[in-house]
């Protein structure tokens, strides 16, 4: 990986970045913790990995990594769109 920059792609082939909001497709339960991720569940400012498979982030306080086939990148909200008539 000289001179390849690394491209991370959620479950539906979209580029993800540092920053990104993701949403979860899958309930998933989170080893060695009593903590069970539900499908839906927002998870704002991903960091990326090394791996193009994982990225790390933060739900309720614990900072964990998730696979990136779990994941699916939030459209980002566009202002309200004015309708000139």
């Known amino acids: 990986m000289d001179d390849q920059e690394l491209v991370v792609k959620d479950c539906n082939g979209k580029v993800l970045v540092t920053g990104d909001t993701v949403t979860l497709i899958k309930d998933l ?20 990995t090394d791996n193009d498979e994982e990225v790390d982030c933060k739900v309720d306080g614990m900072s964990i990594v998730l696979k990136t086939m779990f994941l699916k990148k939030k459209n980002p909200r566009h202002g309200r769109q004015v309708v000139v008539k």
């Open 29 to 48: 339960k989170v080893k060695g913790s009593s903590l069970n991720l539900k499908q839906g569940t927002v998870i704002k400012k991903i960091r990326l």
